[in-house]
């Protein structure tokens, strides 16, 4: 997967929350340190998202974003 945004990091979900409408992911990426990342229940489910999933956390000053490999 390649990507405009610079600021990527890889690491593995920890957690995912599912509101009505949103989602808050969980991310554990190097020296331990966890990221959340709130996306729409929706995109969680279509990312097919949960605990032990590979993720990459793509930041933008105004935007977190998650991919995963196809």
Known sequence: MKMSLRNQVTGTVK???????????KVEIAGGHVLTSSITRESAE?????EGSEVTVLVKSTDVA?????
């Open 66 to 70: 998650l991919g995963v490999a196809d």
């Open 46 to 50: 279509d990312l097919q998202l949960r």
């Open 15 to 25: 957690s995912v929350t599912k509101g009505e409408a949103m989602a808050a992911v």
